[in-house]
């Protein structure tokens, strides 16, 4: 990759200009510090004022498993150089962060296919809006993104390599993924399938070397070294958990290696019935904003819920005074969570399929296809066109750009499918894409983490295009 950058200095010297112009545009004009941003930003200061990896309460600090370290210790390590609480600062190096996975696409790209697509990957990620908008939001996403992106040019390079010490490599990028989210996990599941795959069928390995391709051999000695590859990435990703859990089951009495799944404290009661009546129906991001979110503590308006909330005038009136039961309160009770929960029961008997398989479907479109304007002015209903004229343009915009990029990769994933080691990148979004139908709360930002894999996979595709032939690999 330094070679590439040396001989093409001006290229990448403009392009990071851009990225970081790009950057700049979101954080000044469309900082996202938001109620999460606060949370973690609290657990980082107590952390780093009293010791206590806590939340701050009315009379003391109350120690918390809600949210993995690896947030929090980013946070205190910038309150610690820049002052208390300076979110901006934050950005800031999000954004140097962000750059570095825009040279991450390029080193994939690389490795798998060749400069001339490393170079344009480099363009479709410094230019990618999503991941800029993100870099703007104290939140774990661009971490996230940089890690997973990380992991994934070490695996390969591993695979090409046959090297011990960038699978060491990728296990510390992973278990830095996991730390900052507990879904991180898929990535080093992702990983670990795809060299068990390798070693029942090694016939299919190829490594990159130079220009030209060679198969490992023997066999044995390729297995061998993919078994030892395999249980060194595992076993470096899971250690830092360690100390973690045991912490967790010091304090709290209880068995928690990473975080709860609804970010609940020990003796925080979940509405299960009522996660799992939404289930029932929700299939995009606006009905999380104006139903899902809502509980607790706010009302919800029933005029809000879609059609395909009940079936039957019968259920719709059912549905209604349960909603009217939750406003009197503004909080699910354990009685009211009960008839949710048969209510919830009774949908799912009379339609599985839809339950299943529809719902899930449609939940996992919203989060690849929407506009991602989620942490933008722009009205979530933007299809409805009654937003402000600048912000239904951008969401328009937005949304398109969202669509190349994704039409982009499928289509690189359809030329390339048959090239070494592209299944690894195909197998985590495959995996991942798998684990986000099965949430309630169907997310556009939790697609964000397979970007890097659609920006590789559009840039070959876009190579495929605008040149002649097959482009080369190196």
């Known amino acids: 990759m330094r070679e590439l950058v040396r001989r093409n200095l001006r290229f990448f010297l403009l392009f990071s200009a851009a990225a970081l112009l790009l950057r700049l545009v979101f954080i000044f004009w469309f900082p996202g510090v938001v109620t999460d941003s606060f949370v973690y930003g609290d657990i980082a200061k107590n952390w780093l004022q009293h010791g206590i990896y806590g939340l701050s309460g009315p009379d003391e600090i109350s120690p918390t498993y809600i949210r993995l370290p690896g947030y929090p210790a980013f946070l205190a390590f910038i309150f610690a150089i820049f002052g208390m609480e300076h979110y901006r600062a934050v950005l800031f190096v999000q954004m140097f962060a962000d750059l570095g996975t825009c040279f991450l696409c390029a080193h994939i790209a690389l490795r798998l296919f060749g400069p001339k697509v490393a170079k344009l990957a480099f363009v479709l990620a410094c230019l990618c809006p999503f991941l800029a908008d993100y870099s703007a939001a104290a939140l774990t996403e661009t971490l996230e993104i940089f890690f997973t992106a990380l992991a994934l040019d070490l695996a390969i390079t591993a695979l090409q390599r046959a090297s011990f010490r960038y699978w060491a490599y990728c296990g510390m990028a992973s278990a830095a993924a996991i730390l900052l989210r507990p879904d991180g996990g ?50 470096i990703a899971v250690a830092p958990l360690v100390p973690w859990a045991i912490r967790n089951w010091k304090v709290f009495g209880g068995f928690q290696p990473l975080a709860p799944r609804y970010a609940n404290e020990e003796d925080e009661f979940v509405p299960m019935g009522f996660n799992r009546w939404v289930k029932t129906w929700i299939t995009d991001y606006t009905s999380v904003e104006e139903v899902y979110w809502q509980e607790p503590g706010s009302p919800i308006d029933p005029s809000k819920l ?169």
């Open 186 to 235: 898929i990535l080093l599941i992702a990983i670990e399938l795809y060299i068990f795959v390798t070693i029942l069928f090694p016939h299919q390995l190829n490594l990159f070397s130079g220009n030209r391709v060679e198969s490992i051999s023997p066999a044995s000695a390729c297995r061998r070294r993919l078994v030892l590859g395999g249980v060194l990435i595992a076993v």
């Open 306 to 474: 879609p059609s395909r909330a009940f079936d039957t005038p019968r259920q719709q009136r059912k549905t209604e005074a349960l909603i009217s039961d939750y406003n009197q309160v503004l909080h699910v009770t354990p009685e009211l969570d009960k008839t949710f929960a048969a209510l919830a029961a009774e949908r799912i008997r009379e339609h599985p399929i839809r339950y299943y398989l529809g719902l899930p479907m449609l939940r996992i479109a919203d989060m690849w296809l929407r506009p991602r304007t989620e942490m933008l002015p722009c009205d979530s209903r933007w299809w409805e066109f009654n937003d402000d004229l600048r912000w239904l343009a951008l969401a328009i915009f937005l949304g398109t750009v969202n669509l190349f990029y994704v039409a982009g990769g499928l289509l690189g994933w359809m030329y390339s499918r048959k090239l070494p080691l592209t299944g690894v990148l195909v197998l985590f979004v495959v995996l991942r894409s798998v684990f986000l139908v099965t949430l309630e709360n169907p997310e556009p930002r939790y697609t964000l983490e397979m970007y890097p894999v659609v920006i590789v996979l559009a840039a070959y595709a876009l190579a495929r295009k605008t040149h002649s032939g097959q482009p080369s690999v190196s």
